[in-house]
């Protein structure tokens, strides 16, 4: 097997791997640790002194680490500005919230030469490089630029927007056709991939070869779809672990027999946080006998707060939790707990095993892992009721779920109502159903299967060629 390089914007370095990583990071280090190789992206780190250029060195476990640091105008420019004030909104459906400069957009294009650029002398030579998510759209084309000739897939975790919001990004050519200079394209649903086919269809220069290959200016990529899972075993213990600690245990005692609803998400528009509180404050308002018999709470780490909309939506939240809690609290019962603050994973996971209902609703969602993820902490005897937004990525699968419109607030009210009251029963037939679905399509067959259309993709390619 190949040595695999792995680009993505975060990564999870050795000294980090304990605990605080989500799905991505598990399955890229499992594989990196598989077949040796090199995990490369940003340190997370600014610093505008000379030498902070150089890529940080690390090694462990047979993988090597490098990271680079950008400059305070880099980090603006290109991971505030394009990454996360361009393409993050236009790829979630949010056209209002996309603030499009030449700066940002030449910024962004910047990073990825520069970021291009030092991996080159990294590379030895037969590797099988993987480029990660829509901060590094344009990486594979700069490497084919410098003669780089591996083997080179992309994957996005984030949705793909039809043409008619795509058309609207200054720059849609460009990255359209850098996306075609990879050998294999991966999404997370079928209707990501088909947005992104036809997207090429409306290109002049571009078409559809075969259904699946992606021809632009004479470059070709293959679509495919490959739903991102979790390490099903690894999770499951995981949240035993957190269950049985003594934060687990403490929430119990806190609930004092309530039954637990709740949320876990970055602290972003997308994941529909607004309309969440809303359907809980109808809930509470529609039905008294959840007054005192229900306790939601929802953990939402502080993301991206130079963003002026993260900071609106965060002002908002805290505005509508002093809500909730003033109009509906009592001495003894604090309807709705709302932090701000990140846990260990086995602490959310042991939080997640304990609540009897996930509330997951993102008005729009590459996949959504911690939808996965309550689904694998739930204990099979009494398992808990995932309610999730129909508009997730996770929904094509776990369709077993209570679905719902997030943007209808009455049904998300309807759903909490279904999950707290739903019959041991049906809890268990939907649990067993969803738990299969992720096994069926877990961490480990989401990079084979992965590398493996990477590597038929090459193959193809080299014998269409003339
Ligand atoms: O959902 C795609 C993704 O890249 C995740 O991997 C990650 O959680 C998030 O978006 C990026 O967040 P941040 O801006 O904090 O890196």
């Known amino acids: 097997m190949s040595e695999l390089v792995a680009i993505s914007n975060r990564v999870a370095l050795p000294s980090q791997l304990q605990g605080a990583q989500g799905g991505l990071a598990v399955g890229l280090r499992a594989a990196l640790e598989e077949s040796g190789g090199l995990w490369f992206g940003w340190s997370g780190g600014v610093d505008e002194r000379a030498g902070a250029r150089e890529p940080r060195l690390q090694e462990a476990n047979g993988v090597r680490y490098a990271t680079l640091r ?28 996309v603030h499009c400069t030449d700066a940002r957009l030449e910024g962004y294009w910047e990073v990825n030469r520069l970021f291009a650029g030092h991996l080159l002398p990294l590379l030895k030579g037969g590797e099988t490089i993987w480029v990660h998510d829509y901060h590094f759209i344009p990486f ?26 795509m058309r609207a990004l200054p720059d849609h050519a460009r990255l359209l056709r850098a996306l075609c200079a990879y050998d294999l394209v991966g999404f997370q649903t079928a209707i990501d991939r088909d947005n992104f086919l036809d997207c090429i269809a409306h290109m002049e220069g571009g078409h559809i070869r075969d259904r699946e290959w992606a021809v632009f200016d004479g470059e070709a990529a293959r679509a495919g779809v490959f739903p991102i899972g979790i390490d099903v075993d690894d999770v499951a213990v995981e949240a035993r672990r957190g269950f049985n600690s003594q934060q687990g245990r403490r929430l119990q005692e806190s609930l004092q027999r309530r039954k637990l609803i709740m949320g876990v998400d970055r602290l972003d528009y997308s994941k529909g946080l607004r309309n969440r509180f809303e359907a809980y404050e109808a809930l509470l308002e529609r039905h008294p006998d959840y007054r005192r018999s229900v306790v939601f ?15 609106e939506i965060r002002q908002h939240l805290e505005y509508m939790a002093g809500h909730i809690n003033g109009r509906f609290a009592e001495y003894d019962w604090v309807p709705l707990r709302y932090l701000n603050k990140g846990f260990h994973r ?3 996971l042991g939080f997640l095993a304990r609540s009897d209902v996930g509330l997951v609703t993102p008005m729009r969602d590459g996949m959504n892992l911690v939808a996965k993820e309550f689904v694998a902490a739930q204990h099979p005897d009494d398992p808990g009721v995932l309610v999730l937004s129909s508009l997730a990525g996770a929904a094509h699968e776990l369709d077993a779920a209570v679905l719902v419109n997030p943007y209808n607030v009455d049904e998300i009210v309807h759903g909490l109502d279904r999950a707290l009251s739903m019959p041991l029963a049906e809890r268990r037939e939907r649990w067993h159903a969803m738990a ?4 069926d399509n877990d961490i480990h067959h989401w990079r084979t299967t992965f ?8 193959r193809h390619s080299q014998s269409e060629a003339p």
């Open 70 to 97: 950008l400059t305070r105008d880099e980090y603006e420019r290109f991971y505030m500005g394009y990454a996360n004030q361009v393409l993050w909104p236009l790829f979630h459906y949010r056209m209002s919230f």
């Open 140 to 165: 594979g084309s700069l490497l084919r630029e410098q003669g780089v000739s591996a083997p080179i897939g992309f994957f996005l975790h984030t949705p793909f927007p039809p043409w008619d919001v």
């Open 297 to 311: 709470l929802q953990i939402a780490p502080i993301s991206r707060g130079d963003v002026a909309e993260y900071e």
């Open 346 to 348: 086995s602490n959310i």
């Open 436 to 439: 299969q679905a992720l096994r």
């Open 451 to 458: 590398l493996e259309a990477l590597r038929d993709a090459c």
